[in-house]
């Protein structure tokens, strides 16, 4: 579908917003700061984002709570408080609702209402937006706030429509939650989504099959209330707390003390402690503890072999226990897992691990699915499967833009970004913690904050200078792109079937999606690009009209 019409008849904004997540949300709040108008479309019945979508059991975010929060409203940080170390799903959700109302927002939210279409307009210098509805609106700016991991995928199974039981996908699950007592349930997937849920199905259904293609390294979460003392304080330091953060790699707090040196420059027995600490305060710290863990490979081992270890002594059964154990890539390279009791529930009667890398899920049938070795008869199916990451939710969207180029074509081998904001061709189009920029690789809360306030900035420049258009030059995203790989190719994760590199879905163009160098360098490089007058960026004509 292409959009035909002009935008004589259409509504107009300064700003289309694609999503209604924590990115899209404070997107609208700054804007509207500005004096832009601004509005979201959101296919959601409800704001939330991935935390409206993904309601399966045992939902809990790997960011501790204090931090995947948002900083830029101190009354908003001061009245909200956490009640977990690792907020549920619920809980965030409920966070994302009231920041919706305490600003404001819903008025110029647009739920139930996918974009379908974005065409740029070369004369007009505007995007011409179709949503699934049929609506057309025309905007300066197109914003996407779409999300990196908001395209669910099933794999592409035979059987999908014969199965006669219930499917569910954790990205896409049912509001009213699903209750598993008594059932035979097939979990397809041993990623975070299948590692977070299993225990809590397990604790339910009768029986529990667990299709793992590939085993995960995952440490425990250790979660809890938040002790008031820990909330206090945070009253009182939080953007302290914020600016060490920032000063990370991945903008974690728990990276703010690594040592001063490899891994392997400590004896054998300190490590062990060391990562037993680590292990003991549990989430990311573990890994966090040696600056090379994810850089060099015999460092890497020694995390990994510890883990390893963690596992064989937790699962009764040697056979499992091995079958669980991650052995052919470097931990922490596939995102590591946070999880409440996954291992543990392999003890339990009731939960049997198939090995769906010897023996790969054939196809389902009428009552179950279908290995090569046998059959499962199952009431529900979960497919814990993942997502197309990254791209899957823009190359949803028919986005077009100098001359008809669609992105989808520009990005058949791989995104093209500068910085993660901006592609070449695609003028006021911009892309909230897209491919090339720290995303994924970074506490998102944080990230998102500093792109969005980035381009509220950019857009507020452009119209108090009277300029029309900015988007990427060809040449700073080449350069922007060949880093990014570089930068990737200096560490062990393009090791690792992931789906930071695409691999987890078929055809997928093989390359490292974020970007790698770290969020103080990362943020230093947008704030310098800014400062010299958006270095990089091609600032076009005057303004036919201005925004706003
Ligand atoms: P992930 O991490 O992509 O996990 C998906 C899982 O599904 C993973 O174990 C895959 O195995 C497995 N998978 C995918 N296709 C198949 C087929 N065909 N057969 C068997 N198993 C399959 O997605 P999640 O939702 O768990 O987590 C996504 C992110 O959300 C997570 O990293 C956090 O950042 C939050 P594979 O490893 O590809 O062999």
Redesign the pocket.
């Known amino acids: 579908m292409t959009f035909m019409t002009t935008a004589k008849s259409m509504a107009t904004l300064d700003a289309a917003i694609v999503g209604a997540g924590f990115a899209g949300l404070y997107m609208l709040h700054r804007l509207r700061e500005l004096g832009f108008s601004a509005r979201i479309y959101e296919a959601g019945s409800g704001v939330g984002g991935?935390w409206y979508w993904?309601r399966y059991p045992g939902a809990r975010c790997?960011v501790e709570s204090l931090e995947y929060s948002y900083t830029f409203s101190e009354e908003l940080r001061k009245e909200w408080q956490w009640t977990e170390r690792y907020a549920a799903q619920p809980e965030i959700l409920r966070y994302l609702n009231h920041v919706a109302d305490r600003f404001d927002l819903r008025r110029d939210i647009q739920f139930d209402t996918k974009i379908a279409v974005a065409v740029f307009n070369e004369s007009e210098k505007q995007w011409l937006i179709e949503t699934d509805g049929g609506d057309r609106v025309a905007a300066t700016f197109c914003i996407m706030a779409t999300g990196c991991?908001s395209a669910a995928?099933v794999?592409d199974?035979e059987g999908l429509e014969i199965f006669q039981g219930k499917q569910y996908h954790?990205?896409h699950w049912p509001h009213e939650g699903v209750d598993f007592t008594g059932q035979r349930v097939a979990v397809?997937?041993?990623?975070?989504?299948?590692?977070?849920s299993i225990p809590v199905i397990a604790g339910q259904a009768s029986q529990v099959y667990v299709?793992?293609?590939?085993p995960?390294f995952s440490v425990p979460a250790h979660n809890g209330p938040i002790a008031e003392d820990v909330k206090q304080d945070w009253q009182e330091n939080g953007p302290k707390y914020r600016a060490i953060a920032e000063s990370t790699p991945f903008g974690l707090l728990v990276q703010s003390k690594p040592a001063a040196h490899s891994a392997l420059e400590v004896a054998a027995a300190e490590r062990e402690r060391v990562y037993e600490q680590g292990w003991q305060a549990g989430g990311f710290g573990m890994i966090a503890a040696f600056p090379d863990i994810v850089i060099n490979r015999e460092s890497n081992d020694t995390a990994a072999e510890f883990v390893r270890n963690k596992i064989r002594g937790i699962v009764r059964n040697p056979a499992v226990a091995e079958m669980l154990t991650p052995k052919d890539y470097p931990i922490a390279t596939?995102?590591l897992?946070i999880d409440t009791g996954y291992f543990e529930t392999y003890n339990r009667d009731n939960v049997t691990l198939i090995d769906?890398?010897a023996t790969?899920?054939e196809a389902l049938t009428r009552t179950g699915l279908r290995t090569r070795d046998r059959e499962f008869e199952v009431d529900s199916i979960v497919?814990?499967?993942?997502?197309d990451?990254m791209t899957g939710a823009l190359n949803g969207i028919e986005i077009r833009g100098r001359h008809g180029e669609a992105l989808k074509e520009k990005w058949a081998a791989g995104p093209r970004t500068y910085l993660g904001l901006m592609a070449a061709g695609f003028p006021n189009l911009f892309t909230i913690t897209g491919p090339g920029s720290p995303s994924?690789l970074s506490n998102m809360a944080l990230s998102i904050e500093q792109h969005v306030e980035w381009i509220a900035d950019c857009v507020a420049h452009l119209r108090d200078h009277g300029i029309a258009t900015i988007e990427a030059s060809a040449g700073a995203e080449n350069e922007w792109l060949n880093h990014v790989n570089e930068t990737a190719h200096q560490t062990l994760f393009p090791l690792a079937?992931?789906?930071y590199m695409g691999?987890?879905i078929p055809g997928k163009p093989r390359v490292f999606l974020p970007y790698i160098g770290g969020v103080p360098a990362y943020r230093q490089k947008c704030d310098e690009v800014a400062a010299r007058g958006y270095e990089g960026f091609v600032l076009g004509e005057r303004a036919a009209r201005s925004p706003a």
């Open positions: 991935t993904n790997d991991l995928r794999p199974f954790t990205g397809i997937g041993t990623g975070s989504s299948g590692i977070q299709f793992q293609r590939t995960n596939k995102r897992c769906a890398r790969p899920v497919f814990a499967t993942g997502f990451a994924v079937n992931s789906w691999a987890n």
